[in-house]
């Protein structure tokens, strides 16, 4: 059965550092993979896609995953934290029949 | 396209009352899902549907819940009784057909907050 795990449900982080927010797949198959960005009293927007084109994807705000189909892991980084980026991610997997699996979120905190 | 869009926003009603959420998905899309999300379970599936049909409802709780997708443009989640249990925050999204440039990526509704006392 597919399943996608994050890694850490809160991560605290310094303005300005590196943001990793970690997601692994399980799945015989490489899904379609998607990282989500929740923003407090909203609904889920999407930050980045693989599909398969290009194993290192950038999303929108900065945000960018790689691929590792050998470490069936899709992490997401962030070169340098800002205060807006606080909020939960969501790691999900896409892979058949419509049925989308998501992880059970990241809650990215930004520290001054 | 006015994206997902779902109605009430907010609704707080007592316990034991019908609750009736209310979904449109974006024009096109075949297949529609309702989720919920609470603080202590996170986002879970409850239910969707391609093409009007309701292909897995393994996520709905109990029979107070029910779902229906009339056509291709509206979809309810409806609960009766409620309970407290049910307080959360309940998201609709929609996906367009496989194949396409945004195949698997959904598409969510602003969400319906649903506090039962």
């Known amino acids: 059965a597919q399943s996608v795990t994050q890694l850490g449900s809160h991560v605290s982080v310094s303005e300005g550092a590196l943001v990793l927010l970690r997601c692994n797949y399980s799945s015989s198959v490489p899904p379609y993979l998607f990282w989500y960005v929740q923003y407090p009293n909203q609904g889920l927007q999407l930050l980045l896609k693989?599909?398969?084109?290009?194993?290192l994807v950038k999303g929108i705000n900065g945000f960018e995953a790689e691929f590792k189909k050998s470490e069936t892991s899709f992490h997401l980084t962030k070169p340098s934290a800002h205060m807006s980026d606080a909020a939960e991610y969501f790691c999900a997997a896409y892979s058949s029949a419509s049925k989308i699996i998501f992880g059970s979120g990241t809650r990215l905190s930004i520290r001054p | 396209d006015a994206g997902v869009i779902q109605s009430p926003r907010h609704e707080v009603t007592e316990m034991g009352q019908e609750v009736t959420l209310r979904c449109k998905p974006i024009?096109?899309?075949?297949?529609l899902f309702w989720y919920r999300q609470t603080m202590m379970r996170g986002l879970e599936l409850l239910i969707y549907?391609?093409?009007?049909?309701?292909?897995?409802d393994s996520g709905m709780p109990e029979d107070r819940f029910s779902a229906k997708m009339p056509n291709a443009s509206f979809s309810t989640l409806k609960i009766q009784p409620s309970e407290p249990r049910d307080s959360a925050v309940y998201f609709c999204a929609s996906i367009s057909a496989a194949g396409g440039p945004n195949t698997g990526e959904l598409f969510f509704g602003e969400g319906s907050r649903l506090t039962v006392l």
């Open positions: 549907f391609n093409n009007n049909v309701p292909i897995d």
């Open positions: 024009s096109g899309h075949n297949s």
């Open positions: 693989y599909t398969s084109a290009a194993t």
